[in-house]
Antibody
Framework: QVQLVQSGAEVEKPGASVKVSCKAS????????IHWLRQTPGQGLEWMGRINPNSGETKYAPNFQGRVTLTRDTPISTAYMELSSLRSDDTAVYYCARDPGVLAFDPWGQGTLVTVSS | DIQMTQSPSSLSASVGDRVTITCRTS??????LNWYQQKPGTAPKLLIYAASSLQSGVPSRFSGSGSGTDFTLTISSLQPEDFATYSC?????????FGQGTKLEIK
């Protein structure tokens, strides 16, 4: 059973960047897309983008294009999400999730709270 | 973007009740519709994918149906552990989008 373990909570100032990691257990890291999503009380769940861990090919949601960068380090089965030019409304819980090949998200990481505050 | 509208936004029910939650999309998405359950402080959990396929390990009291623009999630007999928030999500095209959630509470 694959598990995704994310890095810990972050507090950042407006204008800064944050990088969240997502480490996958098991030997199938390269086989399935890794997606990044976030959840806020106001906007609910938002899809940010995905990365193909095998090729590194990425696709971003228009709302985050230009501010989000997804990368991966395949030998250590870890994916990363970096969000730049942070604003207070970027305060959210950020999740990674895998697509097991059915165009859905399962499993999810435990979530990383990112707080943007001056 | 495809807009997702869930109803109701909240629902009170009792253990043993049959419950139905509806999700409507702004355009036809065939059966590219997934359902998630989320409990406070935890990540969402996939229940149903492709509108009606039960994810492995999910109890059979959960079922999904629909195609095109109208979908339903049904819980046949509510159990205490089912009180949570349920969200639909379309995977027809990117950006993938979610409904606003239905909070299922104990009556």
């Amino acid at each position: 059973q694959v598990q995704l373990v994310q890095s810990g909570a972050e507090v950042e100032k407006p204008g800064a960047s944050v990088k969240v990691s997502c480490k996958a257990s098991g030997n199938t890291f390269s086989d399935y897309y890794i997606h990044w999503l976030r959840q806020t009380p106001g906007q609910g769940l938002e899809w940010m983008g995905r990365i193909n861990p095998n090729s590194g090919e990425t696709k971003y949601a228009p709302n985050f294009q230009g501010r989000v960068t997804l990368t991966r380090d395949t030998p250590i089965s870890t994916a990363y999400m970096e969000l730049s030019s942070l604003r207070s409304d970027d305060t959210a819980v950020y999740y990674c999730a895998r697509d097991p090949g059915v165009l859905a998200f399962d499993p999810w990481g435990q979530g990383t709270l990112v707080t943007v505050s001056s | 973007d495809i807009q997702m509208t869930q109803s109701p936004s909240s629902l009170s029910a009792s253990v043993g009740d049959r419950v139905t939650i509806t999700c409507r999309t702004s355009q036809s998405i065939s059966t590219y519709l997934n359902w998630y359950q989320q409990k406070p402080g935890t990540a969402p959990k996939l229940l149903i994918y492709a509108a009606s396929s039960l994810q492995s390990g999910v109890p059979s009291r959960f079922s999904g149906s629909g195609s095109g623009t109208d979908f339903t999630l049904t819980i046949s007999s509510l159990q205490p552990e089912d009180f949570a928030t349920y969200s639909c999500q379309q995977s027809y095209n990117m950006p993938y989008t979610f409904g606003q959630g239905t909070k299922l509470e104990i009556k």
